[in-house]
């Protein structure tokens, strides 16, 4: 395991991030928040700039302070809403963005206007807003685009990262660096070795998670990692269900963000030891004991199952509340165990005992990811136990 340090407090790796997109993770507060072990948060500058904007944010005192979160901030760039928000990569009067070699344009969802997001004032904009580690515009190309459009796509990500760092005026801000490249070995190698020789204090792996198959994901994590230099932190962008979480882990990932917990909660979904269940399911109209046995999360330790059941059946709004607090505390409570797998040298078999019993959402993700854990152990084995402190 190792340690990120930043101005608002230390973050011991491997490391969940809950997803404050807008300044805020959905129904809970910052005492919340907190409560189920979180490290540090991420929100997303694309979101912000549109509402409420970054300067009157920075007028607040910056985005700490607006949002009352005292601990450790990551704000991502909104290259990833180039990509969610555009139907191609390339430069065309469709869909809410356009990309070309200045930057990217958005089509604002809100009011309809139109704003240029450049390396420059990516940086710019996440300067106003005072996160602690910052993250360059980048460009995540849409799963299935052909050789040229991803070679482009990395290209075109490299140039920006070299304008993002010398944008960079605060020193009390870290720029970690983007690796692109798809599911290709050969451009994700060129891609690690063009970014790196820039020399960040940390590298991201982005455009996985975005519809290619989850062998390829765990492949191309294991081949990436191989390449970073093993005294920096690494941050898998997007990914973060709990199988994800342990395989990824034992291929040398210390940083996870992702929607999922939350978003699955205010359906009713909620994480077990044994996988996915939905709350809403009749049987648990009966159950009057604790919906998981062992959760030390303030929904399980206070509220019977049968409870729960009703207040979604009732469309109550605490039911979002208490289902988001136990997924996260879940992520969150399954991190300090993979860190204490870690410093016990446990961490292979601590995920062959995970994988057994977790069955994912997926029948077909779960054969995948019962197949794979088999390199993934001998990552684990490969010391990333004795991980260097960051």
Same mark, same amino acid.
């Given at each position: 395991?190792?340690?990120?340090?930043?101005?608002?407090?230390?973050?011991?790796?491997?490391?969940?991030?809950?997803?404050?997109?807008?300044?805020?993770?959905?129904?809970?507060?910052?005492?919340?928040?907190?409560?189920?072990?979180?490290?540090?948060?991420?929100?997303?500058?694309?979101?912000?700039?549109?509402?409420?904007?970054?300067?009157?944010?920075?007028?607040?005192?910056?985005?700490?302070?607006?949002?009352?979160?005292?601990?450790?901030?990551?704000?991502?760039?909104?290259?990833?809403?180039?990509?969610?928000?555009?139907?191609?990569?390339?430069?065309?009067?469709?869909?809410?963005?356009?990309?070309?070699?200045?930057?990217?344009?958005?089509?604002?969802?809100?009011?309809?206007?139109?704003?240029?997001?450049?390396?420059?004032?990516?940086?710019?904009?996440?300067?106003?807003?005072?996160?602690?580690?910052?993250?360059?515009?980048?460009?995540?190309?849409?799963?299935?685009?052909?050789?040229?459009?991803?070679?482009?796509?990395?290209?075109?990500?490299?140039?920006?990262?070299?304008?993002?760092?010398?944008?960079?005026?605060?020193?009390?801000?870290?720029?970690?660096?983007?690796?692109?490249?798809?599911?290709?070995?050969?451009?994700?190698?060129?891609?690690?070795?063009?970014?790196?020789?820039?020399?960040?204090?940390?590298?991201?792996?982005?455009?996985?998670?975005?519809?290619?198959?989850?062998?390829?994901?765990?492949?191309?994590?294991?081949?990436?990692?191989?390449?970073?230099?093993?005294?920096?932190?690494?941050?898998?962008?997007?990914?973060?269900?709990?199988?994800?979480?342990?395989?990824?882990? %034992? &291929?040398? +990932?210390?940083?996870?963000?992702?929607?999922?917990?939350? =978003?699955? !909660? *205010?359906? #009713?979904?909620?994480?077990?030891?044994?996988?996915?269940?939905?709350?809403?399911?009749?049987?648990?109209?009966?159950?009057?004991?604790?919906?998981?046995?062992?959760?030390?999360?303030?929904?399980?330790?206070?509220?019977?199952?049968?409870?729960?059941?009703?207040?979604?059946?009732?469309?109550?709004?605490?039911?979002?509340?208490?289902?988001?607090?136990?997924?996260?505390?879940?992520?969150?409570?399954?991190?300090?165990?993979?860190?204490?797998?870690?410093?016990?040298?446990?961490?292979?078999?601590?995920?062959?005992?995970?994988?057994?019993?977790?069955?994912?959402?997926?029948?077909? %993700? &779960?054969? +995948?990811?019962?197949?794979?854990?088999?390199?993934?152990? =001998?990552? !684990? *084995?490969? #010391?990333?136990?004795?991980?260097?402190?960051?």
């Amino acid at each position: 395991m190792g340690v990120v340090n930043t101005p608002h407090g230390q973050i011991p790796t491997p490391a969940f991030m809950p997803v404050a997109t807008q300044a805020s993770v959905k129904s809970l507060s910052p005492e919340e928040i907190r409560g189920v072990g979180t490290h540090i948060l991420l929100s997303n500058t694309y979101h912000l700039f549109l509402r409420p904007g970054v300067k009157k944010i920075a007028q607040s005192g910056g985005l700490h302070h607006f949002m009352a979160w005292d601990g450790p901030i990551l704000t991502d760039s909104g290259g990833f809403q180039g990509y969610s928000l555009g139907r191609s990569s390339k430069t065309s009067s469709f869909g809410l963005s356009t990309i070309d070699h200045e930057g990217i344009r958005f089509k604002s969802h809100v009011d309809g206007n139109v704003h240029l997001f450049t390396p420059e004032s990516c940086i710019e904009y996440q300067e106003h807003l005072g996160a602690d580690i910052i993250m360059p515009l980048d460009q995540c190309a849409p799963q299935g685009e052909s050789n040229e459009e991803l070679e482009a796509a990395v290209q075109r990500t490299y140039s920006w990262a070299i304008r993002s760092r010398e944008a960079k005026r605060r020193h009390d801000q870290t720029l970690f660096g983007i690796i692109q490249g798809g599911t290709s070995r050969q451009l994700r190698s060129e891609a690690v070795q063009a970014i790196t020789g820039l020399d960040f204090p940390g590298y991201a792996i982005g455009g996985l998670s975005v519809g290619e198959p989850k062998e390829d994901m765990y492949r191309t994590v294991d081949f990436v990692t191989r390449l970073l230099p093993r005294d920096r932190p690494r941050y898998l962008m997007g990914v973060g269900s709990p199988e994800d979480l342990v395989v990824c882990v %034992a &291929r040398g +990932i210390d940083l996870f963000d992702c929607v999922l917990p939350t =978003r699955v !909660a *205010r359906n #009713g979904a909620l994480f077990t030891d044994q996988g996915r269940v939905n709350i809403t399911n009749a049987r648990f109209r009966e159950v009057d004991g604790v919906f998981q046995e062992g959760c030390d999360c303030y929904s399980c330790q206070t509220f019977s199952a049968s409870y729960l059941h009703h207040l979604f059946k009732s469309q109550e709004l605490l039911a979002y509340r208490l289902a988001t607090i136990h997924n996260l505390r879940f992520l969150l409570r399954l991190m300090e165990e993979l860190r204490s797998a870690i410093r016990r040298g446990t961490l292979s078999e601590y995920m062959r005992m995970f994988l057994e019993r977790y069955k994912p959402a997926n029948e077909t %993700a &779960r054969a +995948i990811q019962k197949a794979a854990w088999k390199t993934s152990e =001998r990552t !684990a *084995r490969l #010391g990333q136990h004795t991980r260097n402190n960051r």
